[in-house]
Protein backbone atom coordinates (compact mmCIF):
# COMPACT_ATOMS: atom_id res chain seq x y z
CA UNK A 1 0.00 0.00 0.00
CA UNK A 2 1.35 3.66 -1.35
CA UNK A 3 1.32 6.00 1.58
CA UNK A 4 0.95 9.25 -0.55
CA UNK A 5 -2.47 7.81 -1.77
CA UNK A 6 -3.62 8.85 2.02
CA UNK A 7 -2.19 12.10 1.66
CA UNK A 8 -4.64 14.10 0.19
CA UNK A 9 -7.80 12.41 3.09
CA UNK A 10 -5.11 13.42 6.00
CA UNK A 11 -4.72 16.77 4.30
CA UNK A 12 -8.98 17.73 4.43
CA UNK A 13 -8.71 16.58 7.80
CA UNK A 14 -6.44 19.20 8.86
CA UNK A 15 -8.16 21.71 7.01
CA UNK A 16 -5.43 21.84 4.16
CA UNK A 17 -8.36 21.08 1.46
CA UNK A 18 -10.78 24.22 0.62
CA UNK A 19 -14.17 23.39 -0.60
CA UNK A 20 -15.30 24.31 -3.58
CA UNK A 21 -18.48 25.64 -4.35
CA UNK A 22 -20.39 25.73 -7.52
CA UNK A 23 -21.44 29.22 -9.06
CA UNK A 24 -24.90 28.24 -8.71
CA UNK A 25 -24.14 27.46 -4.90
CA UNK A 26 -22.05 30.77 -4.84
CA UNK A 27 -24.85 32.85 -5.99
CA UNK A 28 -27.23 31.02 -3.63
CA UNK A 29 -24.99 32.35 -0.75
CA UNK A 30 -24.37 35.75 -2.25
CA UNK A 31 -28.47 36.18 -2.69
CA UNK A 32 -28.98 35.09 1.04
CA UNK A 33 -26.62 37.64 2.44
CA UNK A 34 -28.16 40.11 0.36
CA UNK A 35 -32.37 39.01 1.42
CA UNK A 36 -30.59 38.85 5.07
CA UNK A 37 -29.65 42.64 4.84
CA UNK A 38 -33.10 44.22 3.75
CA UNK A 39 -36.17 43.99 5.63
CA UNK A 40 -39.12 41.22 5.30
CA UNK A 41 -41.64 42.28 2.99
CA UNK A 42 -45.03 40.99 2.03
CA UNK A 43 -45.69 37.65 2.85
CA UNK A 44 -42.61 37.26 5.35
CA UNK A 45 -43.50 40.49 7.12
CA UNK A 46 -46.33 38.74 7.77
CA UNK A 47 -44.84 35.58 8.92
CA UNK A 48 -42.23 37.66 11.40
CA UNK A 49 -45.44 39.58 12.98
CA UNK A 50 -47.06 36.71 13.47
CA UNK A 51 -44.42 34.82 15.08
CA UNK A 52 -43.61 37.82 17.13
CA UNK A 53 -46.90 37.84 18.50
CA UNK A 54 -46.67 34.44 19.56
CA UNK A 55 -43.17 35.00 21.50
CA UNK A 56 -44.44 37.76 23.08
CA UNK A 57 -47.82 36.18 24.00
CA UNK A 58 -45.57 32.87 25.29
CA UNK A 59 -43.31 35.28 27.49
CA UNK A 60 -46.49 37.17 29.37
CA UNK A 61 -48.50 33.55 29.47
CA UNK A 62 -46.07 31.21 30.70
CA UNK A 63 -45.34 33.21 33.85
CA UNK A 64 -48.68 34.82 34.94
CA UNK A 65 -50.31 31.46 34.42
CA UNK A 66 -47.99 29.09 36.29
CA UNK A 67 -47.24 31.68 39.34
CA UNK A 68 -43.48 31.37 38.81
CA UNK A 69 -41.57 33.51 40.89
CA UNK A 70 -39.41 36.19 39.53
CA UNK A 71 -35.60 34.97 38.39
CA UNK A 72 -33.30 37.18 40.11
CA UNK A 73 -31.81 40.18 38.90
CA UNK A 74 -28.44 39.31 38.96
CA UNK A 75 -28.39 36.10 36.85
CA UNK A 76 -31.40 37.51 34.74
CA UNK A 77 -29.34 40.20 33.56
CA UNK A 78 -26.12 38.40 33.14
CA UNK A 79 -28.09 35.62 30.86
CA UNK A 80 -29.44 38.30 28.92
CA UNK A 81 -26.28 39.89 27.71
CA UNK A 82 -24.83 36.42 27.93
CA UNK A 83 -27.92 35.84 24.86
CA UNK A 84 -27.14 39.00 23.89
CA UNK A 85 -23.35 38.56 22.96
CA UNK A 86 -23.70 35.09 21.22
CA UNK A 87 -26.84 35.85 19.25
CA UNK A 88 -24.52 38.57 17.59
CA UNK A 89 -21.77 35.22 16.35
CA UNK A 90 -23.26 33.97 12.99
CA UNK A 91 -21.60 31.00 11.25
CA UNK A 92 -22.48 30.79 7.44
CA UNK A 93 -24.37 27.38 6.54
CA UNK A 94 -25.54 26.88 2.96
CA UNK A 95 -27.29 29.79 1.85
CA UNK A 96 -28.38 31.06 5.00
CA UNK A 97 -26.57 31.70 8.94
CA UNK A 98 -26.98 30.30 12.27
CA UNK A 99 -26.22 31.24 15.99
CA UNK A 100 -25.25 29.95 19.08
CA UNK A 101 -27.73 30.44 21.30
CA UNK A 102 -27.89 27.14 22.20
CA UNK A 103 -24.91 27.48 24.65
CA UNK A 104 -26.56 30.22 26.54
CA UNK A 105 -30.79 28.63 26.46
CA UNK A 106 -29.81 25.68 27.62
CA UNK A 107 -28.20 27.16 30.85
CA UNK A 108 -31.57 29.90 31.16
CA UNK A 109 -33.88 26.73 31.36
CA UNK A 110 -31.37 25.89 34.37
CA UNK A 111 -30.65 28.42 35.90
CA UNK A 112 -34.21 30.19 36.29
CA UNK A 113 -37.80 28.75 36.23
CA UNK A 114 -38.29 27.87 32.72
CA UNK A 115 -41.96 29.99 32.51
CA UNK A 116 -39.39 33.05 32.22
CA UNK A 117 -37.33 31.59 29.39
CA UNK A 118 -39.39 33.56 26.80
CA UNK A 119 -38.89 36.47 28.65
CA UNK A 120 -35.43 36.08 29.04
CA UNK A 121 -34.58 34.87 25.53
CA UNK A 122 -36.48 37.77 23.61
CA UNK A 123 -35.06 40.53 26.12
CA UNK A 124 -31.77 38.98 24.79
CA UNK A 125 -32.24 38.79 21.38
CA UNK A 126 -33.91 42.14 21.00
CA UNK A 127 -30.24 43.63 23.50
CA UNK A 128 -28.33 41.82 20.50
CA UNK A 129 -29.74 43.77 17.95
CA UNK A 130 -29.68 47.30 19.52
CA UNK A 131 -26.75 47.82 17.69
CA UNK A 132 -28.04 47.40 14.23
CA UNK A 133 -30.93 49.67 14.60
Known sequence: MNVSNHRPAFSRLRGGAKPHLSRAAERLVVVGNDRRCQPAAGRDALVELGSL???????????????????????????VLALALVSRVEFQVGAGVTYPLQLV????????????????VATGLVVGCLRDI
Open 105 to 120: FLPVLFLIDPAWAPAV
Open 53 to 79: FVLLLAAVALPTLSGAAAPPPAVTIAL
